[in-house]
């Protein structure tokens, strides 16, 4: 299928506000009589106040206000709050100070007097799980998340006993399922393995903070935020600070990165609001680099058992995987529910069972980070396959061609089958693109102190929703607005998706605009852009709006210069009858045209079953020209996107340190939108990949719960040196046969699939040795040479 | 100038004892900077309250901490512009001189994200005490381009090769570029790879990045020729 906007690259508006600094991230509002506001941190895992004065702090000069738990209504319990009275990890703010500026902000933070009673903590789940003495991070419960209600739950010694040799123990969990007959599965198997793993958490480290800022206006509260999404967050921000969403007006234009962390509203986000309503004052609430480590959200860290099954042939056919999942101190995100599905997927087992606990501990609250649980499991599962492969004499890409899935694979426990899968074309493309077979030739040799390595990984994750809406119009002037409600955190789906409208209406990209950023533009109701959805998912609100101002188009032909709207069709800019050409309408009279046939050409009839945000933006619309409106009811299936990352390295025996030779990774998104823009997704998520496969980890200490990983150099995310000075990427470019131009989502599993090839690059050059653990730092590579017991045991976290 | 009045009643501090014998020439010269300066780029973050109340005290009851006026040569032109001992050239350049295109990110000299040239040479603003750029040249992101708003060649390129993802390292990134090009015209892409090192980019845009810094060597050295 040939497109003529689709596949071709194209400049993003927003690029040259990116490279002359004229992009306005959070931090960079001003209002008129801007006054500053800091939030108190905990020093506590957790504690409880008896009693706060402020009384003095309140009496310095240029000190506006305070905000206390008191004074706002947190979200309910176990969901992050915004102020606590009883914080449960060391940075979670508990009250807020406003000052005309930001050094008496600080001053009187340390004037304010709080008696404490300090309660007991945990940042390890199995401490909290024990059966004597455990440790809970919270009073109300120890287990819970979306879709588990809060509980306790306690193992047994029995549990703890059975657990021999540093694994896992496996107690009662809070969800489990299963599909076929996983012991008759294990019986036929001929290799079975029972590894324990960890995985580490670890920030976002999105460059920009979460700073915000707020003031109100004619009763409207106006909120210049840090998100990756736009639309998506204004229900749920307006619901923090205690409005309707349309008294919201919210500007987030640039986001400085979220990869998870700022996918949805998150509860800070308020508290500029809230003082400012409180004071009376625009409030500039700033966030350090330091809180961004505490309130900034990091991925859910996984303790973990996984038994494996494989028959004599490589075929895997049982997997029991148990995921305990170190949750943080509030509701956050279930990685533990969606790791069980990336095994399901990338190795169609015959037979599956798991079980899976999240475990509140006093660290930050997690939020999802780029391909959440399914990228764990890639690092757990793809070095597996590899020992296996290894066992049983079998080529390491043949074992995944065996085991992988093909085009309508099932997926998670209902084997729900997902709508194209083109990972083994990945691979195939992948390998020969790599000389996969050469390089693995060279597996082992050794230089000096230096080591070959070479790997491959893959991972998988879902790929977009439906039922969202688009919307578009055109203005007398000859101009394609395409309305949409994609944030904009740096991956330009916001304008590759709005191609798909032009595409539709074979519109010249010249005479098209992007509007975005800001709710005050008349945005419609879009889903976050997180999850590796948008190009999928607003691909279609896009195709179904345009479709929309297609058939008005042709209607309002047909009318004017008669005959049927299907007599008609678009290009050049002009509507057109097929059969005489010349009996035709420019799109500007068309536009014109209904403006004056007013109804739903014009936005003033609009369809029942949009969203209300959509309703009232294309109602503010009317009358401005040709509307296009609707939602996406397409028929759906389940997408999926995938990919499949190949790596050589060279890994110095004496230090622990590697040094990546090259790196290729292919992507299954379907029909390439924007090659450019997919380029630059598989390579940042590489680097991403590099760090969580042997950089990143968060760490806390265990006595005090403060954590020791709170700044770049030590927590550490990739810098130039850390990459090769070139990567190279590849992709399928097949269409999904249910996505209307065939597109899909990427972003998330380039992450799992380098990540996974590194680790298993790192074991080829050791001769097959499995970590069983992220990160993979070099002096666990030194010990595991020398025969040296690791600094670790094997089931602790949060380890340096 | 106009007095901004925005607390209500109930937040006003001991407004009448103070105010009628405040304005005093301190006073008359921060007016005088406040109007030649944009609108909002009144003394947010330190003592001084200029714009936000009448009250001139509080810079002094600050520790150490007092404004003093002083001229900064910024993207070539000179800006007197009231700043504390402790200030960092960051902070006044977002926040007194309303240039927020240099970035903070980490603000303790990690990251690069804050770059500026000092006399050509690459500082993190972040780290750079304001006072010391008194007799020196800064340059930011807002001073590359030409008089007519031409794109720097790094800026060209950076666009050209769809460096930036999310934008927010970017204008150090460029800074960090610009820097390079300065000192080592034709550099190898090693050398940029070591160059730019100081930057980091969470979006892991580092390979774009580099083919951007070539791009914009190889172009000047095409238009030099």
């Known amino acids: 299928m040939s497109y003529k906007l689709l596949g071709k690259n194209f400049t993003p508006p927003d690029v040259l506000a990116k490279v002359t600094g004229q992009a306005k991230y959070a931090e960079d509002f001003r209002a008129e009589g801007m006054v500053f506001c800091r939030f108190f941190p905990s020093p506590y895992p957790h504690a409880r106040v008896k009693n706060l004065d402020a009384s003095e702090a309140l009496k310095m000069e240029g000190v506006l206000g305070i905000l206390t738990e008191a004074d706002i209504k947190n979200p309910p319990a176990p969901g992050a709050p915004i102020l606590s009275n009883e914080p449960r990890y060391v940075g979670e703010p508990v009250f807020a100070l406003a000052a005309v500026d930001e050094t008496t902000v600080q001053n009187a933070l340390e004037k304010v007097r709080i008696e404490w009673e300090v309660l007991p903590f945990t940042v390890d789940p199995l401490k909290s799980l024990a059966p004597q003495n455990p440790a809970d991070a919270r009073t109300d419960g120890n287990v819970g998340a979306a879709g588990v209600k809060l509980q306790t739950i306690r193992w047994t010694k029995e549990d703890f006993d059975n657990a021999k040799d540093g694994q896992l123990p496996q107690g009662q969990p809070a969800e489990e399922w299963t599909f076929g007959d996983v012991d008759a599965a294990f019986a036929k198997a001929k290799v079975v393995y029972d590894e324990t793993f960890v995985t580490a958490s670890n920030s976002h480290h999105s460059m920009e903070p979460r700073s915000c800022m707020s003031y109100w206006e004619n009763g409207k509260c106006f909120v210049f935020g840090s998100t990756q999404s736009q639309s998506f967050i204004v229900p749920a921000l307006a619901g923090f600070i205690g409005i309707p969403p349309d008294q919201l007006v919210y500007v987030a234009e640039f986001c400085g990165g979220g990869f998870g962390s700022k996918g949805g509203a998150y509860p800070s986000m308020a508290i500029p609001a809230l003082m400012s309503k409180k004071i009376g004052r625009p409030v500039m609430m700033r966030v350090s680099r330091f809180d961004e480590y505490s309130i900034g959200h990091a991925r859910n860290g996984f303790q973990g058992r996984v038994k494996l099954g494989f028959a004599g042939n490589g075929k895997l056919v049982a997997a029991d995987l148990y995921v305990v999942q170190e949750s943080g101190a509030h509701t956050g995100f279930y990685d533990f529910r969606n790791a069980p599905d990336a095994l399901s997927i990338m190795y169609q087992p015959e037979a599956m069972r798991w079980r899976g606990v999240p475990v509140f501990c006093n660290t930050p609250t997690r939020s999802a980070q780029r391909g959440p649980g399914y990228n764990q499991l890639a690092y757990v599962m793809e070095p597996l396959m590899d020992r296996a492969a290894r066992e049983l004499n079998i080529d390491r890409l043949a074992i995944r061609m065996l085991n992988g899935p093909d085009m309508n694979a099932p997926v998670g426990k209902d084997r729900r089958p997902v709508s194209s899968c083109y990972v083994k074309d990945a691979l195939t493309k992948g390998a020969e693109r790599f000389k996969w077979a050469e390089r693995v030739a060279r597996s082992g040799q050794r230089k000096g102190s230096k080591v070959t390595g070479v790997g491959v990984g893959q991972a998988f994750h879902p790929a977009g929703f439906s039922g969202f809406d688009g919307l578009c119009r055109i203005t007398p002037d000859g101009i394609l607005h395409i309305h949409t409600g994609v944030g904009n955190l740096g991956t330009f789906s916001h304008t590759g998706t709005a191609r798909l409208a032009a595409e539709v209406l074979k519109y010249d990209w010249e005479k098209c605009v992007v509007v975005r950023g800001d709710t005050r533009k008349h945005l419609p109701w879009n889903i976050g852009q997180f999850g590796s959805n948008t190009s999928y998912t607003m691909a279609r609100t896009n195709y179904v709006a345009a479709m929309d101002a297609l058939q008005k188009m042709k209607e309002i032909a047909a009318r004017d210069l008669g005959g049927k709207p299907d007599d008609y069709d678009v290009d050049g800019n002009r509507v057109f009858a097929k059969g005489a050409p010349g009996r035709a309408m420019t799109y500007a009279k068309v536009a014109q045209r209904a403006i004056e046939l007013g109804g739903k050409y014009t936005g003033k009839d609009l369809p029942a079953d949009i969203n209300p945000m959509t309703k009232a933006s294309a109602t503010a619309l009317a009358g401005s020209g040709l509307i296009g409106v609707a939602k996406d009811g397409l028929p759906h299936g389940q997408p999926a996107a995938f990919a499949a990352c190949f790596m050589e390295i060279e890994l110095d025996v004496e230090t622990g340190q590697h040094r990546i030779v090259d790196v290729l990774n292919v992507g299954d998104c379907g029909t390439v939108i924007h090659p450019m823009g997919l380029d630059t997704q598989l390579k940042g998520a590489t680097v991403q990949g590099v760090g969580a496969a042997t950089l990143e980890g968060m760490i806390y200490d265990p006595q005090t719960g403060i954590p020791g990983a709170a700044g770049f150099y030590q927590a550490k995310p990739p810098s130039y040196l850390d990459l090769p000075p070139q990567l190279q990427t590849d992709w399928v470019d097949k269409p999904d046969p249910m996505s209307p131009m065939g597109t899909k989502g990427i972003g998330e599993p380039p992450l799992g699939s380098a990540a996974a090839a590194l680790l298993c690059a790192l074991s080829d050059a050791m001769g097959g040795h499995v970590f069983n653990r992220t990160p993979v730092r070099p002096d666990m590579i030194i010990n595991a040479l020398a025969g040296r017991p690791q600094a670790h045991k094997p089931t602790q976290i949060h380890t340096a | ?225």
Do not use: W
């Open chain 2, 1 to 225: 100038m106009n007095e901004i009045r925005v607390a209500p009643p109930a937040l006003r501090r001991r407004a009448d004892d103070e105010e009628a014998s405040r304005y005093s020439r301190r006073e008359f010269i921060k007016r005088v900077i406040a109007s030649g300066a944009v609108a909002s780029s009144a003394t947010y973050v330190f003592g001084g309250l200029q714009g936000c109340s009448s009250r001139g005290t509080v810079a002094a009851a600050v520790a150490g901490g007092v404004e003093r006026l002083i001229r900064i040569n910024v993207n070539g032109q000179e800006r007197p512009v009231d700043v504390l001992p402790q200030e960092t050239l960051a902070m006044t350049l977002r926040y007194r001189l309303g240039l927020t295109g240099t970035k903070l990110s980490c603000d303790r000299d990690e990251c690069g994200a804050c770059s500026v040239m000092i006399d050509d040479v690459l500082h993190n603003s972040c780290s750079v005490l304001t006072h010391s750029v008194r007799n020196r040249k800064v340059v930011t992101i807002e001073g590359l381009q030409g008089p007519n708003g031409e794109l720097h060649p790094v800026q060209q390129a950076f666009i050209e090769g769809l460096s930036p993802q999310c934008g927010f390292c970017t204008p150090g990134q460029v800074m960090a570029a610009v820097a390079l090009l300065k000192h080592n015209p034709n550099p190898t892409r090693e050398e940029a790879r070591q160059a730019m090192a100081g930057n980091l980019c969470r979006c892991g845009a580092y390979d774009n990045y580099l083919n951007g810094v070539m791009r914009a060597a190889a172009s000047t050295k095409a238009t030099a020729t």
